[in-house]
């Protein structure tokens, strides 16, 4: 896979928006195409984000988008260059109002993390941390599922998730140790659950 680009997460946000402006539902695949195939950390990070808000209270929507999450992961953790997805999760949809919703929440937080984050320890993100950070993003959409039974608990992988998708966008290898550490958190709580 080559190397990823930088980008602002706040013009992720707008390409979602513009995308949801177009129509009154936006579909995963819009929103792909809206980002670009190429961008694997908006592509992870977009998904996890919108679990993050109001949106992902809507049931079995969080395990959708972690398999979206997982299917772009697995694609970059054997270093494919072009991103696919599947036709049936292509045309999964969201009504544009609360894609736009969840925009706005999301924008204050994307406005900070792009203030405060950019370019530290950037020899964590070249081509091999990328596969390894989606390596650990597959194993994560994993544990997606089952949290999904305990009311918001699959916001803690998805929040890993999007900080590995932000620290790759913004080519932060310091938010990547971080998103390792919030890693580890999840895997904590979920053998905690199950035991």
């Not at 190397?3 to 995963?28: F, K, M, Y």
């Not at 980002?35 to 808000?53: D, E, K, Q, T, Y």
């Amino acid at each position: 896979m080559s190397e990823q680009a930088h980008t602002s997460i706040g013009s992720i946000l707008d390409s979602v928006d513009e995308a949801a402006e177009q129509q009154g539902e936006v579909s995963v695949g819009q929103i792909v195409e809206s980002i670009g195939h190429r961008a694997f950390g908006p592509l992870i990070a977009v998904p996890a984000m919108l679990v993050l808000s109001p949106l992902g209270a809507i049931p079995t929507l969080p395990t959708i988008l972690a398999l979206a999450v997982a299917i772009f992961a697995v694609q970059v953790a054997v270093g494919r260059d072009y991103l696919w997805l599947p036709t049936t999760l292509s045309e999964r949809s969201v009504n544009a109002s609360r894609a736009h919703q969840a925009v706005k929440r999301l924008r204050p937080t994307t406005e900070t993390l792009d203030r405060w984050f950019d370019q530290r320890l950037t020899i964590l993100c070249k081509t091999i941390g990328t596969r390894i950070a989606a390596a650990c993003c597959l194993l994560l959409c994993l544990t997606v599922p089952p949290l999904e039974l305990v009311p918001f608990a699959a916001a803690l992988p998805m929040a890993a998730i999007a900080m590995f998708g932000i620290a790759i966008a913004l080519r932060d290898g310091m938010l990547l140790l971080l998103a390792y550490a919030l890693m580890a958190a999840t895997l904590f709580f979920l053998l905690k659950t199950t035991n």
